[in-house]
């Protein structure tokens, strides 16, 4: 897997303080998307043990609520297993942190995947520019999303945050 950057103290990608990993590779290429720089999967840098400790380091502030997986898109296919990996082991050694995911696949689309159980919030959808609307949270556009993981999955069908 590729990514272009690691942005610590982030307050845009989720609730809290976050570190924040953005990912290379997205196959939506959503008209208006905020980061196009990252949709060509050879794009970046690679995810390597260095960039593990990175995030990990962060981890261990006790400010840090949790990481957010964005880019690009952290569930296109060539990062899956590294983003559920990842999100497993950040699970066992930091179980109180939150794990936010934003991705242009539907819940529908991705509920299956090995990561989800893991995630804490998921925000889903390609983004709409038709459907902007910068008054929203945590989210670009009205189509999209903002998934309580948990509550989803054990109630069988979705629910949204807010």
């Known amino acids: 897997?590729?990514?272009h950057n690691i942005t610590t103290d982030d307050m845009l990608n989720g609730e809290g303080?976050?570190?924040?990993?953005?990912?290379?590779?997205?196959?939506?290429?959503?008209?208006?998307?905020?980061?196009?720089?990252?949709?060509a999967a050879d794009g970046g840098l690679d995810f390597n043990e260095e960039a593990k400790k990175e995030i990990f380091a962060q981890?261990?502030?006790?400010?840090?609520?949790?990481?957010?997986?964005s880019g690009g898109d952290p569930l296109y296919t060539g990062n899956r297993q590294t983003i559920a990996a990842?999100?497993?082991e950040i699970r066992?050694?930091?179980?109180?942190?939150?794990?936010?995911l934003y991705t242009g696949y539907?819940?529908?689309?991705?509920?299956?995947?090995?990561?989800?159980?893991?995630?804490?919030?998921?925000v889903d959808g390609r983004y709409v520019e038709e459907e902007?609307?910068?008054?929203?949270?945590?989210r670009g556009s009205k189509n999209?999303?903002?998934?309580?993981?948990?509550?989803?999955?054990?109630?069988?069908?979705?629910?949204?945050?807010?």
């Not at 066992?92 to 936010?100: D, I, L, V």
């Not at 999209?144 to 807010?162: F, T, Y």
């Open 17 to 39: 303080l976050r570190v924040v990993l953005w990912v290379a590779g997205c196959s939506h290429a959503c008209p208006g998307c905020h980061n196009p720089v990252t949709w």
């Open 132 to 138: 902007k609307d910068p008054l929203l949270s945590w």
């Open 86 to 88: 990842l999100a497993q």
């Open 106 to 122: 539907t819940w529908e689309e991705i509920k299956g995947e090995k990561v989800i159980p893991f995630l804490d919030v998921i």
């Open 144 to 162: 999209q999303r903002v998934i309580d993981v948990h509550r989803s999955l054990k109630a069988g069908e979705i629910i949204c945050r807010e």
């Open 1 to 3: 897997m590729q990514y």
């Open 59 to 69: 981890l261990e502030h006790s400010y840090i609520h949790g990481i957010t997986y």
């Open 92 to 100: 066992e050694k930091y179980p109180k942190k939150t794990q936010w």
